[in-house]
């Protein structure tokens, strides 16, 4: 009997890591994203949950590129930056950027077109809203 046991404990711990890794396969593309501050020709971020990173690929259009340029010089008007993701909730988080003390993180909810920024300073948190992007697709990877 109790080999029994062992191995349905086993599968059921294959079938939930199975699973789970299904679940985590997806990837959520957003596209066409309208940054309240600055001005885009492209602007979208892909995330890719199975990886756990975001991909943010996007150009500058010529006014916001040479407000950047002017106090940085390494500022390029096309770029790509990529971030480790993680789950919090139904809320997607990337990594913390910043120190202990102060903080910010972008911050997606499933299923919306709209991209927040957290920031966090001495333990006091704020969230605001600082993108809407026109086209979000979910998709699961295929291998």
């Given at each position: ?23 985590s396969s997806e990837i959520i593309e ?50 790509t930056l990529e971030s480790f993701i ?23 909810k499933k299923d919306t077109p709209d ?29």
């Open positions: 009997m109790k080999d029994n046991r062992f191995f349905y404990f086993i599968f059921l711990i294959s079938f939930l890591i199975f699973k789970s890794s299904l679940v957003l596209s066409s994203c309208e940054n309240n501050k600055d001005g885009f020709l492209k602007n979208e971020y892909i995330l890719d949950l199975e990886k756990q990173t975001m991909t943010r690929n996007y150009v500058y259009n010529e006014k916001t590129y040479q407000k950047y340029r002017l106090t940085d010089l390494s500022t390029k008007k096309r770029n993680y789950l919090e909730g139904e809320n997607i988080l990337t990594d913390k950027m910043g120190y202990p003390q102060f903080y910010t993180q972008l911050l997606f991209i927040y920024i957290k920031t966090v300073i001495n333990g006091e948190e704020g969230v605001s809203k600082m993108s809407t992007c026109k086209n979000i697709e979910r998709y699961k990877k295929e291998s």
